[in-house]
């Protein structure tokens, strides 16, 4: 317990290393992927120990004196609280760390999580001129994130909030050679960033009422009422913020889905178990700061039941089968700050706990289609990521689909997969604390969820092999509603040939040296590459992950065995049975959603484009995700950079200009005027001087 | 002896009468013996000072002394100035000497 | 002589050998310059580690006569506010010297007087007594209008007038203070009129500053030194003068000679004068306000890259003001370490710029376009400066405004709020630069720059060390500079 | 009335004539030699001011050198027809003179000059108000060698150089015109 720091070190470690010293080696590939696996593994392992340590403990206190007083008491230890990290005055910053539970269960998933990702990155980014700095990069996200669940000090907490800000901005951007990428690498870390002024704001409101960022000192404050109310709940709505901006809540989930740009093992990183669980893990982490408001803890319920469902509902629309993710993660995440809104610590925890699993595989297995369609729709200027330019990937990429189908269902919440148990404790909860809208709005998005799924399932997997005459269609044809299919192409394409397309044109930078021999292979007329699964160092983690995405929840299934209510809960342990009724109404609305995509989507009984055209404006707003987008695009334009022009126009022409050019140009030109006063005629100038003294002669005289 | 402000007032004409002659003057060497008389009404009334306020230490003698060793240098080199100067252009009239004016 | 005289005396030698030494001999002069630069950076290092914040006050104390007949003397001393000081700027000056190799027109002249130049700005760090103070004070500020008039660009003569025009106004205010300073102390009680610092804020002398006088006096000193730390709205010569001057210049100018008038408001303002800081410190709070979000705004609307650093200068000395305005300790700590902070990145910062400008003939942001792709090391240098002025923990700055707006909320809430948005901004218009310059699709047109040079490596990689050092482990900076802050905000009666 | 000060007056009225006539005189020659008068006259003043030694080295420098000096320079610098010597302006300048007169007969009038006898005896540790006496050569030259020694011989150095400045400013000039 007392090495827990040695998980973030570890990985940071391996950052320097690589950035030091592999790169200038001429392995510097290899040798950076393996030091940071390494270093990842390491993390890992510090995990076991921590673990088992703690559950020793756990055991060890239970037996003597009884479940209740085990969790608060001797499961948290805390680290380096004695020595200040700095001091400035009377007040010490310390660099507390804190092993609990929670930051036990955390580590566990991060080092996990992020060890199958990196191994899983080895393929993915093979032949990456930049490989060896992915792997870097990669490391000092996984520390920052260890180091963020690990902080118990809200000062140090912010430090590596930031810290994964900025890994998101390298990885998001890691690709900086489109200008798109690096578009949505800044406004990943902008968004963030504005929240994390509430966050800093909030923070620091604490600080003065306690004179310290120690976590467990501000909370025991609360508890004992030495903060006064409005200061817990104004702090308590500006430390959201931060959860908002970083855990893509309503309205700052814009960076979200452009967080699409970097690379897919990326996306699996920060959308399952880094970045985005760093906001929800803030909310479980400061519960006692929002448990102590109920203003706060209201505001936090609004925020999650709006996103919930409000990104479930952009997700039924959207073609990259990445921003289909991306909206589900955004709308999970929903549920999970809804359910530690309402006061389900446990099922919000218990759901981000089940979800980092589900969703990462679901983005690695996203990553392997798009990784195998890439060569396949190469020059056709479709994106890879397009769901209506797949199709039929089921028997070329088993593996892939079958994992992908374990994700969805257990995304889906179907028994007795690990999304059931979650969200099932979510809607429980939120009936159990009588919060009748958001448990509304979780069963309707747990339907939309479901459907969206497996629209997505349907589209990419089953079906035509539509990416057979991708190259048939215009690239910008329009508003497509629905996927095209083989007899309706050649009304799309008209008269232009499929055979016309030239391979190797507009290859991406990055990818040049891998695909270009790829694409000669396959350039011979009339024959393209074709999809096919992708090579185990990919498929072995899909595999791994399948396990736990589709039983981690059984550490949480209520009444039966709960090790996880025992062990992560806020208060008392309330031991709720499995309300049957909740259960099956979730299972069957879920059934439902299924049901519905299926009867669209593969044997489409009812056409999504006759409801499409229904209601062509809904349709519309949810496509161009009730533009948002744009509406902050004009903030941008027209505010910020107004106020910006304004200032820097200010400078210019009013101060500059005015204040310090003017008196400048006025003495000039009064030195222009007053050199006709030297005449050269030396009387002039005696008498003035005469003047002179007469004038201070009479001063002398009658001011004596 | 007269009272000292009488001996001060002397010196006070005598100093603006040769005010007067250095701004009424046109010619170099009129405003120089204007000047040799301001400064002579100077050291008068060093003098006075030193036999009137300070008896003991008669200090106002000795910057008399200065301020006459001083009024011949002045002069010396004045008068050479204005030498050189009529050697150049044929006049000692201060008022074509404006030369370095704006 | 001690450490600190020789801290001051190294450069000016080193000025006279090189104008001793042929003109012909570019790199004698040049390794002489590295080598007096690298040794003050050493005696610097002693300086800053030998200082013993336990003890606190000045230390390193060295005296000689001057003027004695006006109560001049030559007094030496650092306390924990002016030795991180000290050792900004030998590091800023060996960095400067390094990135100056390239310096071909009148390397001679250029060298001697950079190093004139820094004696001077040790002298005002180091001396105890007021005048010596100004002196040297003097002699920092006016070899700038030299370096900048013959090896600028885009304006030079311009900028170097309004930079001296403004400064000598500054310095002329300032004056005025120090003689009223000086004749207060000497119309009140005989014997006692001394130009002496540590005289002037003993507590017995410091009765002897009314209430009046001080209110009177204080405006002028802070105002007067407040120019020089480019204190909104004194500021415009100094986006101007940064872009006008040549790399090390800008260097030097930024990150040391703006700090010597926050020093100088601390030291003499703040310091002598509690009682007019407290009547005037609200206003000038509110200047410093200004001129970080509207420095900010301004720098999101600029084009070349020097004039965004400028401007960003603005913005981060406005920190400095509103820290020291704050009147509290940690506000106060703060601003002496975001001066150290600051200093070290915009040096990096204008290091860089001169890199690449010298290259490209241009500094326009819109023009380039993926230079991360053939200049990685350029641009990760570039980003290290750029988040640390961003604020990113793991570096300096971040410290040093945590601590700032720490000390803002305890004093004036809404104003910390502003800061904070500033601060959002600030990220907004660094990252907007990256993105704009080093990302996006390569433009062949500049296929030919090269990446740093090995000098600049080394200049840059020492600044890039020095600010994630001081970032992630400040412990040694904060208990230094909270020995010294702590005496000030005792006489203002501030929040401890 | 004693007869020093009515000696003094009458000296003084024909000093402040001579003086007047040093001014107004519409000849050059006159005026210098008006002017060697008055300064002689003022010698006499000196002499019935007790400094005796100064008397004697303001005729000998006035009377002796400056008036060679002046002739020479008048007769060097003989104007080709007659000028004319006196400013239009010459009123303004009386009226100038006239007011910084009253301005040195108020000050000299109205300042206590027993209270600053008093205090310059007081500071020089001295009786106040001693009685003047005759100052000889001897005790100057002592007092010029000892206590202003330096000032001596800076103001012969000064001399000197204005010796030479003299010498080199008057030369005929070589270069051609």
């Known amino acids: 317990m007392e090495y827990a720091w040695l998980a973030p070190v570890l990985c940071a470690g391996a950052f320097f290393f690589n950035v030091i010293i592999s790169r200038q080696t001429p392995w510097k590939h290899r040798l950076s992927a393996l030091v940071s696996i390494a270093a990842i593994l390491g993390a890992f392992g510090v995990f076991l120990v921590v673990f088992s340590d703690a559950l020793a403990n756990l055991l060890g206190t239970a037996a003597a004196h009884g479940a209740a007083a085990a969790v608060d008491d001797r499961s948290r230890h805390l680290l380096f609280d004695d020595e200040p990290w700095f001091q400035v005055g009377r007040y010490a910053f310390q660099a507390t760390l804190v092993v609990d539970w929670l930051s036990v269960m955390m580590l566990g998933v991060v080092s996990f999580l992020s060890a199958l990702i990196q191994v899983y990155s080895i393929g993915y980014m093979r032949g990456d001129n930049r490989f060896w700095w992915f792997f870097s990069v990669m490391s000092l996200f996984s520390a920052a994130m260890l180091g963020l669940v690990l902080a118990g000090n809200f000062l140090l907490l912010y430090v590596f909030w930031e810290l994964v800000g900025l890994c998101s901005f390298l990885l998001i951007g890691f690709w900086y050679q489109e200008r798109d990428n690096a578009e949505a690498a800044k406004k990943a870390f902008v968004t963030t960033r504005i929240g994390d002024v509430g966050l800093f704001i909030g923070l620091a409101l604490l600080f003065l009422q306690t004179g310290t960022f120690q976590m467990n000192e501000i909370f025991d404050a609360i508890a004992a009422g030495r903060i006064e109310p409005w200061v817990v709940t104004t702090a308590g709505i500006l430390v959201f913020l931060g959860a908002v901006g970083k855990s893509g809540q309503f309205p700052l989930h814009v960076w979200l889905p452009d967080a699409m740009a970097g690379p897919t093992p990326v996306s699996a990183l920060i959308h399952s178990a880094t970045m985005v669980a760093a906001g929800v893990y803030l909310v479980g982490r400061a519960f006692p700061l929002f448990a102590a408001s109920d203003v706060a803890m209201g505001f936090i319920a609004t925020i999650g039941t709006i996103t919930a469902i409000f990104a479930a509902t952009i997700a039924l629309t959207q073609r990259d089968i990445k921003k289909i993710l991306a909206y589900s993660t955004i709308s999970q995440l929903g549920y999970m700050i809804m359910a530690l809104g309402v006061g389900a610590y446990t099922a919000g925890l218990f759901h981000m706990f089940t979800h980092a699993f589900f969703k990462a595989l679901l983005f690695l297995c996203a990553g392997s289609v798009i990784h195998s369609m890439e060569p396949v729709l190469h020059g056709t200027g479709k994106s890879p990521n397009d769901v209506f330019w797949m199709g039929g990937l089921r028997r070329r990429m088993p593996v892939t689909f079958w994992t992908f189908v374990i994700a969805s269902v257990s995304l889906a919440g179907i028994f007795p997969l690990s999304g059931f148990w979650s969200k099932d404790a979510i809607l429980a909860g939120a009936l159990a604390e009588g919060a009748w809208v958001p448990f509304i709005v979780g069963v309707v998005t747990a339907f939309l969820t479901a459907f969206y799924m497996f629209r997505a399932i349907y589209l990419t997997f089953f079906g035509e092999e539509r990416w057979r005459f991708a190259a048939a269609v215009p690239p910008h044809a329009g508003l497509l509603v629905v996927a095209p299919t083989a007899a309706s192409v050649p009304a799309a394409a008209g008269a232009m040939d499929v055979q016309t397309r030239r391979p190797g044109e507009d290859v991406p930078a990055h990818l040049e040296p891998e695909v270009r021999p790829a694409l000669e292979e396959h350039a011979v007329p009339g024959h393209h590459a074709e999809p096919h699964e992708s090579p185990w160092v990919m498929a072995l983690p899909l595999v791994i992950i399948a396990i736990p995405a589709a039983i981690a929840g059984w550490i949480g299934i209520p009444g039966l065995f709960d090790p996880f209510a025992e062990a992560i809960r806020f208060g008392p342990a309330h031991e709720e049975a499995l309300s049957p009724v909740v259960a099956s109404v979730s299972v069957l609305v879920a059934l439902a959603g299924i049901g519905l995509a299926t009867v669209m989507y593969w044997r489409p009984i009812i056409r999504p484009d006759a409801i499409a055209d229904s209601v062509p404006g809904a349709y519309r707003t949810l496509y161009n995700k009730y533009y948002f987008d744009e509406a902050y695009q004009w903030l941008i334009n027209r505010v910020v950079l107004a106020l910006a022009a304004l200032a820097a126009t200010i400078d210019r022409k009013v101060i500059n200009n005015g204040i310090v050019d003017t008196p400048a140009g006025l003495t000039g030109a009064a030195g222009e005027r007053l050199r006709y006063l030297e005449t050269g005629r030396v009387y002039q100038y005696a008498f003035a001087f005469i003047v002179g003294i007469v004038l201070i002669g009479l001063i002398i005289v009658l001011f004596p | ?102 | ?496 | 009335m004693e007869l020093g000060a009515i000696l003094f007056y009458v000296v003084a009225s024909a000093t402040v004539v001579s003086a007047l006539g040093v001014v107004v005189t519409r000849s050059v020659v006159y005026s210098a030699l008006l002017l060697v008068l008055s300064l002689m006259l003022t010698g006499l003043v000196y002499l019935l001011l007790l400094a005796d030694f100064l008397a004697l080295v303001q005729i000998l420098i006035y009377g002796g050198t400056v008036s060679v000096l002046l002739l020479f320079a008048l007769m060097l610098t003989r104007p080709e027809q007659k000028p004319v010597l006196t400013h239009k302006g010459w009123p303004l300048a009386a009226l100038g003179a006239v007011v910084v007169l009253v301005l040195l007969i108020y000050q000299a009038v109205s300042t206590d000059w027993a209270r600053t006898a008093t205090a310059v005896s007081a500071a020089a540790g001295a009786r106040a108000g001693a009685v003047a006496s005759r100052i000889g050569p001897g005790e100057l030259g002592a007092a010029l060698f000892t206590t202003w020694a330096v000032p001596f011989e800076i103001a012969s150095l000064v001399l000197l150089v204005a010796l030479m400045g003299a010498l080199v400013i008057a030369r005929a000039s070589e270069e051609p015109r």
Request: net charge neutral.
């Open chain 3, 1 to 496: 002589m001690g450490y600190l005289s020789w801290i001051i005396a190294a450069p000016f030698i080193a000025a006279l050998t090189i104008m001793a030494l042929p003109r012909r001999w570019a790199w004698s002069i040049r390794l002489v310059a590295a080598a007096a630069s690298g040794i003050t950076l050493v005696l610097s290092l002693f300086v800053f580690f030998g200082y013993d914040w336990r003890a606190g006050g000045f230390q390193f104390v060295e005296s000689y006569e001057w003027i004695p007949a006006l109560g001049i003397r030559l007094r030496l001393g650092v306390d924990g506010i002016s030795a991180p000081m000290v050792l900004l700027t030998g590091i800023v000056i060996f960095t400067g010297s390094l990135i100056s190799f390239k310096i071909r027109d009148r390397t001679k002249e250029y060298y001697a007087l950079l190093l004139v130049l820094v004696s001077g700005v040790f002298g005002v760090f180091e001396s105890l007594d007021v005048f010596f103070l100004f002196f040297a004070y003097e002699i920092a500020v006016l070899p700038m209008y030299l370096l900048i008039a013959v090896w600028g660009s885009t304006r030079k003569e311009y900028a170097a007038m309004k930079l001296t025009v403004m400064l000598v106004a500054g310095s002329v205010l300032v004056w005025i203070g120090i003689l009223a300073l000086y004749v207060q102390t000497g119309a009140s009680q005989a014997g006692i009129s001394s130009f002496d610092i540590e005289a002037l804020t003993n507590p017995r002398v410091q009765q002897l500053f009314p209430r009046t006088f001080q209110l009177v006096f204080f405006p002028l000193l802070f105002i007067g030194f407040g120019v020089l730390a480019a204190m909104w709205p004194f500021h415009t010569w100094s986006p101007d003068g940064h872009v006008a001057a040549p790399t090390a210049v800008s260097m030097l100018h930024a990150g040391v000679l703006m700090k010597l008038g926050a020093y100088g408001c601390i030291r003499l303002a703040v310091g002598v004068l509690p009682e007019g800081a407290q009547a005037w410190a609200p206003l000038f709070l509110a200047f410093g306000a200004v001129a970080s979000l509207y420095g900010a705004f301004s720098a999101m609307a600029q084009r070349d890259l020097k004039f965004v650093i400028g401007y960003s200068s603005v913005s981060h000395m406005g920190y400095v003001i509103i820290g020291i305005c704050t009147l509290s300790l940690v506000g106060l700590s703060g601003a002496v370490f975001q001066m150290f902070a600051h200093g070290i990145m915009t040096a990096l910062f204008f290091a860089l710029v001169g890199a690449i400008y010298d290259q490209a003939h241009t500094r326009e942001i819109g023009i380039f376009s993926g230079l991360a792709r053939t200049l990685p090391w350029f641009v990760g240098f570039f980003a290290i400066a750029g988040l640390a002025s961003l604020g990113l923990p793991g570096l300096a700055g971040f410290i040093a405004e945590l601590l700032i707006f720490l000390g803002t909320f305890q004093t004036y809430p809404l104003v910390g709020v502003l800061a904070v948005v500033a601060v959002a901004v600030t990220a907004t218009y660094i990252l907007r630069l990256m993105a704009r310059a080093f990302f996006g699709p390569f433009n062949p047109r500049w296929s030919g720059l090269h990446d740093v040079l090995p000098n600049e490596w080394v200049a840059a990689a020492i600044l890039v060390v020095t600010l994630i050092a001081a970032g992630v482990y400040p412990a040694p900076f904060l208990s230094m500079i909270d020995s010294s802050s702590a005496p000030i905000i005792e006489r203002v009666g501030g929040v401890r």
């Open chain 2, 1 to 102: 002896m007269v009272p000292l402000e009488h001996v001060l007032v002397f010196s006070a004409i005598l100093f603006s009468i040769g005010l007067y002659g250095v701004m009424a003057r046109r010619s170099a060497v009129l405003i120089l013996i204007a000047i040799e008389l301001m400064l002579n009404a100077v050291a008068v009334n060093l003098v006075a000072f030193a036999a009137y306020v300070d008896p003991q230490q008669f200090s106002g003698m000795v910057f008399a002394v200065f301020v006459i060793t001083i009024a011949a240098a002045e002069l010396g080199l004045g008068l050479a100035i204005v030498l050189r100067v009529y050697r150049m252009r044929t006049s000692v009239n201060v008022d074509d000497l404006d030369m370095m004016r704006w």
